[in-house]
């Protein structure tokens, strides 16, 4: 594959995974529902960072497209992927991409609660435009009931630091919908109840396909545009 590695003028934060290899529990649901298509789909991967997407899955498609707001991490992946991989640098809410050209766009490991409500809501309508009628979208999401059920005193232990700090900053009144907790480093993301994320997706048109809880911080959607291929 080629690619395509472009400067970017932001100094936004990354919507990127860990630097690791192995996928997580929600990634090995999707290759499994995905299991005898792979060859024949054109997959976009938006906040690829440093590639660990493209090891998981993104070998596996007919064709990959990666998208990474940070130029360097952009770069990173292109080297570590030995140029197999086409990554632009962009914006995951104004896709320089045409409408309707993918069969599955991808958000892996919670990237999309990095960024703030409203442009959370415009990535999701972005990921509608670029895929074809029948296509399919796969994200996770911080799981807002999850984090309140370790609110007790009694299960604090089973949060890790940053869970705990984010857990600091939520405010009476905060516990439903969706949420913005900063951590100490004043890093905000977003935690979303169940109910909500649906009543969004359904709002951009999607028709939800499946849900991957776990009982793990996160929760995966699979959602499709509607339509005929």
Avoid at 26 to 53: K, M, P
Avoid at 141 to 159: N, Y
């Amino acid at each position: 594959m080629s690619r395509k590695v472009e400067p970017s003028a932001t100094r936004e934060r990354s919507f990127a995974g860990p630097d690791r290899w192995d996928p997580d529990d929600h990634e090995r649901a999707l290759l499994r529902r995905f299991a005898d298509q792979w060859a024949q789909l054109r997959v976009l991967d938006l906040g690829i960072g440093t590639g660990r997407t493209w090891f998981a899955f993104g070998w596996r498609a007919g064709r990959y497209v990666g998208v990474e707001l940070v130029h360097e991490l952009a770069r990173r992946a292109v080297e570590r992927t030995a140029g197999r991989a086409t990554v632009l640098v962009a914006d995951a809410a104004r896709l320089p991409l045409a409408a309707g050209i993918f069969d599955l766009v991808c958000f892996p490991f919670n990237g999309l609660d990095y960024a703030d409500p409203p442009t959370r809501t415009r990535i999701l309508g972005e990921a509608a435009r670029v895929l074809r009628p029948g296509g399919s979208l796969y994200f996770t999401t911080h799981s807002l009931e999850w984090l309140l059920d370790r609110s007790g005193p009694d299960r604090r232990g089973e949060l890790s630091t940053i869970e705990r700090q984010r857990l600091a900053d939520l405010r009476p009144g905060g516990s439903t919908g969706i949420v913005v907790l900063h951590d100490d480093a004043g890093n905000g993301t977003c935690y979303v109840t169940h109910d909500w994320e649906m009543d969004e997706l359904r709002s951009l048109g999607f028709v939800v396909t499946d849900v991957h809880d776990d009982n793990s911080s996160s929760r995966a959607y699979l959602v499709e545009r509607p339509g005929s291929p």
